[in-house]
């Protein structure tokens, strides 16, 4: 699976971006995936996670109720919406894929990762 995260860039304190994850392959529907992020001198943290379908969701405590994560497995992408950004949100973003049907929240859990896009929060 490869996967390229776009969607990246600057915005004022207060606003929203929508970062997109494209994955390569057919299947994409048997694949939890999650965003993680790692902001300059940091290291790399989860952020959400969406299991195969779309059913169930799991966020970090420090952007929920602000993001959003979601997923068309008919466009094998998936989605992070990010609204009411912080300073503290500025980092490079990633998202990740983990071949099972379960939740994960560790980076170890992970099995193919993108290249990251890059979020600034101006205040």
């Known amino acids: 699976v490869q996967l390229q995260a776009f969607g990246g860039g600057l915005v004022q304190v207060g606003g929203s971006l929508r970062l997109s994850c494209a994955a390569s392959?057919?299947?994409?529907?048997?694949?939890?995936m999650g965003w993680f992020r790692q902001a300059l001198g940091k290291e790399r943290e989860f952020v959400a996670v969406?299991?195969?379908?779309?059913?169930?969701?799991y966020y970090a405590d420090s952007v929920k109720g602000r993001f959003t994560i979601s997923r068309d497995n008919a466009k094998n992408t998936v989605y992070l919406r990010m609204n009411s950004l912080k300073p503290e949100d500025t980092a490079v973003y990633y998202c990740a894929a983990r071949h099972s049907y379960r939740l994960g929240s560790r980076n170890y859990e992970y099995d193919y990762w993108g290249q990251g896009t890059q979020v600034t929060v101006s205040s």
């Open positions: 392959g057919r299947t994409f529907s048997s694949y939890a």
């Open positions: 969406i299991n195969w379908n779309g059913g169930s969701t």
